[in-house]
Nanobody
């Protein structure tokens, strides 16, 4: 049984930082492409960042220079370091694991940026 369990979401002030974690089980983590997506109220889910099994990383333009995605294959965990948070970063953040036809999602973790 595949599980992706996110953690680290919280209420934070603008300009603050958070680190999200996603622990995976039930998959051969190192061969999967891992990503973070987010969905704000009334909006479509969007890609925030992803890291391929080979290490290549991609970021949405809106988070470039502020967010960093990383993975620890030994711990089967992917991270999202978020700095200089803005009100518009408020959303539910979801972890995703993809490989060919496999597409798995976590349950999401809430990030709220507000003063």
């Amino acid at each position: 049984q595949v599980q992706l369990v996110e953690s680290g979401g919280a209420l934070v002030q603008p300009g603050g930082s958070l680190r999200l974690s996603c622990a995976a089980s039930g998959i051969s983590f190192s061969v999967y492409h891992m990503g973070w997506y987010r969905q704000a109220p009334g909006k479509q889910r969007e890609l925030v960042a992803n890291v391929f099994s080979g290490g290549t990383r991609n970021y949405a333009d809106s988070v470039k220079g502020r967010f960093t995605i990383s993975r620890d294959n030994a711990k089967s965990t992917v991270y999202l370091e978020m700095n200089s948070l803005k009100v518009e970063d408020t959303a539910v953040y979801y972890c995703n694991a993809k490989l060919r036809w496999d597409d798995y999602w976590g349950q999401g973790t809430q990030v709220t940026v507000s003063s």
